[in-house]
C-alpha cells in the first residue's frame, strides 16, 4: 500500500489551517498529516496538539520561512509520496486516491500535478486552471520533462496541485530559501523531474485561494523576470540530447521571456516599465518567433484534451 503523507505549511492562520487539516483528514486514502508551524502565536499550536495522534505536530524553533518549513515537513514526514500545500489552500475529497491510482499505473514517477480551482476568501470560484495534454491521466517520460517545462508545455502548477516522491525531493536538496515565496516550488519541480517521470491529471482535486495584492504578486515585474530567466537557465542544461538539436538557444528563451513579462506589464498598465523591458527585444523576429511557438504550441496542446475527453483507464502518454 501506498503511503502519502500531506505537509501543510502555516503562519499565523490558524481560522484556514483549521480548514486545511479537515480537508487532510477527510481524504479517501489514509494519509499521515504533518503540520509545520513556523512559530505562530495565535493559538496554532493548542489547536493542532489537540487533534492528538490525527496529526504530526513540527514547530520550528525560530522563523524561518516558507521554503525551509516546507523542507522541515519533508524531513518530519514518513511517506513515500508528499503532498506539500500552505494552510490556506484545501484539497477536494478523493485527491490523494486520485493521485496513487495515477502513480500506480506509472511507478517510475516522481512527480505528479492536477488540476486546481482558485476561490477567493469566501471560497467562491473565481477561475480554474487549464486541462492540457490527452485524457484524464497522462505521463511525461524524464528525457521529455525539461524540454516540456523550457517551451512551457507542462503547467505543473503551484504546490497544491503537485506531489512528489519524498526520495527524489531529499536528493534534490529540497526547497531553496533564497527563492523563498518567489518561485521555490517550480525550483524544486526542475530539480525533482531529474529522478523520473511526471504524471498529470486533469481532473479538480485541489482549491487555492487567491487574495487581492497578495505577497508574490507584490514582487516587481523586473524581479518576476529575473527569477524566470534564473529557472529557465536551470532548466537549459537539463534538457535530454534527444531534444538538443530543436533546443532554443538560451538568449532566444531570455528574449521569449522579455516580450512575455512586457505584455503583462502592458496589462496591468505599468507602460514604462512594459516598454523597458521589451527594448530593443521588441525589435527581434527571433524572439517573436519563439513568442509565437510557443503561444502555438499551448493552443495544440489543450486542443488535444478537448478532442479526448473521455475518461480511460490506462495512462496515456505525452511525448513533447
Partial sequence: MMRFSIVITTYNRLSLLKRAIDSALAQTWPC????????????TEEYVRSLGDQVIYHRNPVNVGHSASVNAGVEAAQGDWVKPFDD?????????????????????????????IQVDQNE??????????????????????????????LPFGTPIQVAFQRQAFLESGGWDSTLDT????????IKIAQYGDAIFINKYLAYRTV????????????KRLETNILLKEKIHPLVAPKHRTSLPKLQDTRNFLKLHWSLVGLKQGKIITALQMAYPVIFSPVAWQFFARVTYARRISHQSHSIRQEAIPEIATLQV
Fill in 32 to 43: 499521515e498529516v504533518v503540520v509545520v508551524d513556523d512559530c505562530s502565536t495565535d493559538g
Fill in 88 to 116: 490556506d489552500d484545501y484539497l477536494a475529497t478523493t485527491c490523494i486516491e486520485e493521485m496513487v491510482r495515477a502513480i500506480a499505473g506509472r511507478p517510475q514517477a516522481v512527480l505528479c500535478s492536477c488540476q486546481a
Fill in 124 to 153: 467562491v470560484e473565481v477561475s480554474r486552471t487549464t486541462p492540457c495534454g490527452p485524457g484524464s491521466a497522462f505521463y511525461v517520460p524524464q528525457e521529455d520533462v525539461h524540454y516540456g517545462m523550457l517551451l512551457e508545455l
Fill in 182 to 189: 518567489n518561485c521555490d516550488d517550480i525550483d524544486s519541480w
Fill in 211 to 222: 487574495w487581492p495584492g497578495a505577497y508574490n504578486y507584490k514582487f516587481p515585474l523586473q
